[in-house]
């Protein structure tokens, strides 16, 4: 709902950002077999082969960066592009990568800018990128972020896979926990995780955390964090949002009375002393002139 005209995303105004829209792509990537949000993917890949300047590198609100190549090229990995070969993020015969490896620095950090000082926030989203980016080269993995159980289960079987090496047993002889979850992550996996229901066994008051058993210990956290999930609902925000307004109604009474108070004041006195100038008479807080009864 969020799309431009355009076909990208923004946090302002009416054209695209090539960082939004990259991330944007990143949050859809796990949905692009449903038509409707292939066809945005399609408008927003098209947009941001557009933005791609000549050096195969991009600006973002009119400032070439390193930042925004690194969110590209997790954005194709995440849909499974090969970044490398595409010849839409291609100009002159620069790659993504080849743009990327312009900012990095003799210290091995990347800069915000090019020939700039290595920076926190470049480096962390450049070495994202390239992890996300030999992930997909060296394992055909596409998914960019791992989700527990995911990893968990991906352990076990490699696991599982060691021990039928070591042991020269058949491969049919490994027996697989029939409780272990796929290990692809599906588009309800996210909303499945919070509305399943945790085995009683599971769900300790505590965690230990000396406990050898790593599968044991990350089921006792999930079980924790499950129990202590509390989602944010408006039922108790009317009450909330009340008290506030009460005080701050109660504040602004306060201190308009004290300014109409000083203000008085401040004319009384004005008052007085104008008419002591008139009749030539000392200042006198308090206390008779001359001649008053």
Same mark, same amino acid.
């Given at each position: 709902g969020l799309q431009l005209s355009d076909g990208g995303f923004t946090l302002m105004g009416k054209s695209a950002d090539t960082d939004v829209t990259a991330m944007c792509l990143q949050a859809l990537a796990p949905y692009k077999s449903d038509s409707t949000v292939k066809e945005s993917i399609d408008r927003a890949l098209n947009v941001l082969s557009k933005k791609q300047n000549e050096k195969g590198g991009y600006s973002s609100f009119g #400032?070439?960066?390193?930042?925004?190549? /690194?969110?590209?090229?997790?954005?194709?990995?995440?849909? =499974?592009?090969?970044?490398?070969? =595409?010849s839409r993020f291609i100009k002159n015969g620069n790659t993504l990568v080849d743009n990327l490896m312009t900012f990095k620095n003799s210290d091995g950090g990347f800069s915000h800018i090019e020939n700039g000082k290595s920076n926190n926030i470049a480096c962390y989203q450049a070495l994202n990128s390239l992890v996300d980016l030999y992930k997909y080269m060296s394992k055909g993995n596409t998914e960019i972020f791992e989700f527990d159980d995911t990893k968990?289960?991906? /352990? %076990?079987?490699? %696991? /599982?896979?060691?021990?039928?090496?070591?042991?020269?047993t058949d491969s049919s002889e490994v027996n697989i926990?029939?409780?272990?979850? %796929?290990?692809?992550?599906n588009t309800g996996d996210i909303t499945e995780k919070h509305n399943s229901q945790v085995d009683e066994g599971q769900q300790e008051t505590t965690v230990n955390p000396?406990?050898?058993?790593?599968?044991?210990?990350? =089921?006792?956290?999930?079980?924790?964090a499950d129990d202590n999930y509390e989602p944010f609902t408006l039922a108790s925000t009317p009450d909330s949002v009340a008290a506030a307004n009460s005080d701050d109604d109660n504040n602004f009474i306060f201190y308009v009375s004290l300014i109409g108070l000083v203000a008085v004041a401040a004319v009384l006195l004005i008052i007085r002393? #104008?008419?002591?100038?008139?009749? &030539?008479?000392?200042?006198?807080?308090? &206390?008779?002139r001359k001649g008053d009864k």
């Open positions: #400032t070439v960066n390193s930042e925004s190549v /690194s969110q590209v090229i997790s954005a194709l990995v995440a849909l =499974d592009i090969d970044v490398q070969s =595409d968990k289960n991906n /352990s %076990n079987s490699e %696991n /599982s896979r060691q021990n039928t090496e070591n042991s020269n926990d029939s409780n272990n979850k %796929n290990n692809s992550v000396e406990s050898n058993n790593a599968e044991n210990y990350d =089921d006792q956290v999930m079980a924790l002393l #104008t008419v002591l100038k008139k009749d &030539g008479e000392p200042f006198r807080l308090f &206390g008779k």
